[in-house]
């Protein structure tokens, strides 16, 4: 369907004139369609289990054809492999932005948590925790741990910063690193979308307690 | 195979004279034959996956034959949930040892962490952690959660005695449940058994870590 006759904001005159949608309108559709086909996959599968949906059953949700989905993103190994890098790309940028923030390294390290937690309680953060790199196939596993791997760099680095300017209290990075992605990436198996509390208030409180422990201060 | 030629300490005088086992020696030998089972089994479920893991060859590395492995224990279904049970039964026994302790309530929430924490590094926990739900069939999914949920009670009232005596810091039990077991069933994803550190080492890192905060004191 094109959107040549549907004027958007910043809509130029050859939009306007002409009933052949523009390469660019194209592309923004592509793109459209296959974060569509995206966002149903990703929320079948964290509902179902990736084993237990299939292309078919993601294609009736959206009411389009398997071939349709086959078209935009491939098969069904090529879906969960983009719904896993959407969500390990929301998790590399927010490290980046972390790290680019003023203040101390454990004011980088919380900003970081924080948005970690977040992610891990929308669609596709949530997909990269639930999804295990036996179901991908070699070469998509390959890419997967590849990815996560730089989550944990990443994680790591921020609080090597945080042990180095003293603002984190010292200890041996890798197993804190653990301690912390463990922590938040179980927050993918046990948080409902439908609770009480809102994720980013979660969020706050879980990174509070990591930060202060346990014990009185 | 008999074992009434191998006069054992405490046998009595009608073990060493009859060259048929008696009832208990029959038990004894049944149970040991059973635990050969099952530690063969959880070691190739954690190693390879329950599901790149056939009876077979169970049955192969411990050199008898898969209707060997079907008298003592049963179908795979139910080796797996052995193995589960086994390994929910050592974190129930640690709760009800930490309950019972005397001392603070944070001091018995240590106490607990710290073997739940061990327990994780060991075979039979290490593949309660490891263990999807989906992997069960559905009698045995229904026993295998609840006897998760009977965990997360005891952890949740470990917390709440802790809250109340004021050795822990106020807030949601249940959060800090969530992040705390979160932080150590990790463990049985990113450990290796064949690792620098000894697993109590490890254990008594962590949950120094979860109950101090990283942030300095």
Chains 1, 2 share one sequence.
Not at 203 to 216: D, E, H, M, S, Y
Request: with cysteine; hydrophobic share 40%.
């Amino acid at each position: 369907m094109s959107t040549a006759d549907q004027p958007a904001t910043g809509a130029t005159l050859n939009d306007l004139d002409s009933p052949f949608p523009t390469a660019r309108q194209r592309s923004r559709e592509r793109a459209a369609k296959r974060e569509a086909v995206l966002r149903a996959a990703v929320r079948m599968f964290n509902e179902r289990g990736f084993h237990q949906t299939s292309l078919d059953d993601v294609a009736a949700r959206l009411g389009v054809s398997k071939p349709t989905i086959y078209h935009y993103l491939g098969n069904k190994d090529q879906v969960l492999l983009e719904c896993v890098k959407l969500g390990l790309t929301q998790l590399l940028d927010a490290a980046a932005a972390s790290r680019a923030l003023p203040g101390t390294g454990a004011d980088r390290l919380v900003t970081f948590l924080t948005r970690y937690a977040e992610i891990n309680m929308d669609d596709f953060g949530r997909c990269v925790v639930r999804t295990r790199d036996e179901a991908l196939e070699p070469d998509s596993r390959t890419k997967f741990r590849a990815l996560k791997r730089q989550i944990d760099d990443q994680l790591r680095g921020l609080i090597a910063d945080g042990m180095a300017d003293g603002s984190l209290a010292p200890g041996d990075p890798k197993l804190l690193g653990f301690a912390l992605a463990g922590a938040l990436n179980w927050i993918g198996h046990w948080h409902e979308p439908t609770g009480a509390l809102a994720p980013n208030d979660i969020a706050r409180q879980l990174v509070t307690t990591l930060a202060r422990g346990f014990l009185p201060r």
